[in-house]
């Protein structure tokens, strides 16, 4: 029994080795003709590490505001009569806006201006009479008292009156109007908002270390992403006067062109200080860049011959990377000029593959 089962155990080892040796045989068959097989080339794009001009540029957030901006509102309290404006409407300075009820100003005003007439009379009744010697000097003195009296009572409900209707101080356009035809308003409710846009102001901070690179008149550039692809060119008009002690940041405004009103007070863009110096950076197309765990590379395409025939492959270097301007990146390290590195096609690259460079891309 035991030796019928050795002989079983015996025949089924040589059955699995034949089969696993066969497998064995096979497989290395196949890897002898992939061995001599060409390697497939690669058809990649490509480009040239090489030298930039770039102004070294300070970045910050900045936050655009109205050169001058305003809540409109009244100064003296009473009910709204009229309102001449639309909210969204450009307005010129000195446009009426809002009119409060003048009523009581207007019957007041015709009673002074009554008075003064009176006292106008008066007093040239009086000059007439001192020159006869029928009047004193104090009566002409009382006269001129109260005719100057009654015409400052008349300049004094003419400012009322003009404070009663609310006009626009300075040209810009509205806001969403917040008061109804008939509303009581008290001194200091908000009727609208006015703001000019053009120019505007763009407040940002930079840290203490870059005081020194920055000064009234230097370039500035801002995007933002309500207009995005569109920068906007503008200038620093001031600096604030000392540096915050907890933050360690200077205030900076600068004053951005805004022709085509396409900007509005409140929004929030990337703000780049253009220096007038300028530096040269080693640049590639940020397309090159591969990245792994083990850090940043690229492809770098070399020429060699093999059997007297010339081929290129494109190998892996390792770089470090810097600033990144308009698809473009500072390389540190790991370039040098005159580099030809891939740009497009390395999903299908491995360390050493052959590579033909496309040049419709």
Same mark, same amino acid.
Do not use: C
């Given at each position: ?70 809540? !409109? ?24 806006? !809002? /009119? ?43 006269? /001129? ?46 009727? !609208?908002?006015? /703001? ?65 009103? /396409? ?99």
């Amino acid at each position: 029994m035991k030796k019928a089962f050795v002989i079983v155990i015996i025949g089924l080892l040589i059955v699995f080795g034949g089969i696993f040796g066969f497998k064995a045989f096979v497989n290395s068959k196949i890897a002898e003709a992939m061995a001599h097989m060409p390697k497939p080339v690669v058809t990649v794009s490509a480009a040239t590490a090489e030298i930039a001009h770039w102004h070294p540029q300070l970045r910050a957030v900045a936050s655009l505001a109205a050169v001058q901006g305003v809540e !409109v509102s009244p100064q003296i309290a009473g009910n709204v009569t009229a309102i001449h404006f639309h909210s969204g409407q450009y307005v010129q300075a000195g446009t009426p806006l !809002v /009119q409060i009820d003048n009523s009581t100003q207007l019957a007041q005003l015709a009673s002074d201006q009554a008075q003064l007439r009176l006292a106008s009379s008066n007093l040239q009744r009086t000059k007439e009479l001192i020159a006869t010697k029928a009047a004193s000097q104090a009566q002409l003195d009382s006269a /001129q008292a109260t005719y100057q009296t009654d015409q400052a009572a008349i300049k004094d409900i003419q400012a009322t009156l003009n404070k009663l209707t609310i006009s626009a101080p300075f040209s810009g356009y509205l806001g969403i109007r917040q008061v109804n035809v008939g509303q009581y308003l008290t001194p200091g409710t908000k009727i !609208v908002d006015l /703001q000019s846009w053009s120019p505007l102001y763009a407040n940002f901070t930079l840290p203490q270390s870059d005081l020194q690179n920055i000064q009234a008149g230097t370039p500035v550039q801002i995007q933002t992403d309500a207009l995005p692809g569109q920068t906007f060119s503008g200038k620093v008009t001031a600096l604030g006067s000392a540096v915050n002690s907890t933050t360690r940041q200077i205030e900076v405004q600068a004053t951005i062109d805004n022709p085509k009103n /396409q900007l509005r007070p409140g929004l929030f863009g990337e703000l780049t200080v253009v220096r007038d110096t300028t530096e040269k950076v080693l640049v590639i197309p940020v397309s090159a860049i591969s990245y792994n765990t083990f850090g940043d590379y690229v492809y770098v395409i070399h020429k060699e011959k093999k059997d007297g025939k010339t081929q290129e492959t494109a190998v892996q270097q390792v770089i470090k990377p810097g600033k990144q301007r308009d698809g473009m990146v500072e390389i540190l390290s790991g370039l040098k000029q005159g580099d030809r590195i891939v740009t497009a096609g390395q999903v299908k690259l491995v360390n050493g593959s052959l590579v033909t460079i496309s040049h419709n891309a």
